[in-house]
Antibody, heavy 124, light 107 residues
Framework: QVQLVESGGGVVQPGRSLRLSCAAS????????MHWVRQAPGKGLEWVAV????????YYADSVKVRFTISRDNSKNTLYLQMNSLTPGDTAVYYC?????????????????WGQGTMVTVSA | DIQMTQSPSTLSASVGDRVTITCRAS??????LAWYQQKPGKAPKLLIY???TLENEVPSRFSGSGSGTEFTLTISSLQPDDFATYYC?????????FGQGTKLEIK
């Protein structure tokens, strides 16, 4: 079945780095753009970043631009989020999600498959 | 950035009720709007995309309408499984902003 499984979350001190992974299965991962979305405890959803199916184009929310990097390894069916210079404001559950339209390069669509999320806590 | 505003923030209703949630965009987004359902501790689930297209296997009691800046999600007859938080999201352009959510509670 179509599945996304995030990993890599944990507790990290402010200013440190963390890399999240999202393992995909059950579909042709290399054909789809992929997103990261986060949700702070008790709060709403915040889109973080998107990467095109081939990794060529990447777009970020202003709140994470420069600090976070989205990437993918299509040979491993895995999406990544490298998070640097973390602050307490980055504390959230991080979800990876599939864009529902394959091969989109600059215009993206709704998110039809979501992982279960991984918790990132930034605290001293 | 496009701001998405949902109303109400909380809605109390009973099983069998018809309920409507509204989502307004700060600028026109055509029909590039999705609705998601989220239950506590779970990932969001796509219900509707392109403002009115029902995702596969989503019950037909859910429907969406609207275009431009005003959109609605309607549940025609609430079922116990429908009590959850609902989010709208625009995907007209980055950043792909969500509404603040509407929590649907049992009256």
């Amino acid at each position: 079945q179509v599945q996304l499984v995030e990993s890599g979350g944990g507790v990290v001190q402010p200013g440190r780095s963390l890399r999240l992974s999202c393992a995909a299965s059950g579909f042709t991962f290399s054909s789809y753009p992929m997103h990261w979305v986060r949700q702070a405890p008790g709060k709403g959803l915040e889109w973080v970043a998107v990467i095109t199916y081939d990794g060529t184009n990447k777009y970020y929310a202003d709140s994470v631009k420069v600090r976070f990097t989205i990437s993918r390894d299509n040979s491993k069916n895995t999406l990544y989020l490298q998070m640097n210079s973390l602050t307490p404001g980055d504390t959230a559950v991080y979800y990876c999600a599939r864009d529902m339209v394959p091969a989109a390069m600059t215009v993206f669509d709704a998110f039809d498959v979501w992982g279960q999320g991984t918790m990132v806590t930034v605290s001293a | 950035d496009i701001q998405m505003t949902q109303s109400p923030s909380t809605l109390s209703a009973s099983v069998g009720d018809r309920v409507t949630i509204t989502c307004r965009a700060s600028q026109t987004i055509s029909t590039w709007l999705a609705w998601y359902q989220q239950k506590p501790g779970k990932a969001p689930k796509l219900l509707i995309y392109k403002a009115s297209t029902l995702e596969n296997e989503v019950p037909s009691r859910f429907s969406g309408s609207g275009s431009g800046t005003e959109f609605t999600l309607t549940i025609s007859s609430l079922q116990p499984d429908d009590f959850a938080t609902y989010y709208c999201q625009q995907y007209d352009g980055a950043p792909y902003t969500f509404g603040q959510g509407t929590k649907l509670e049992i009256k």
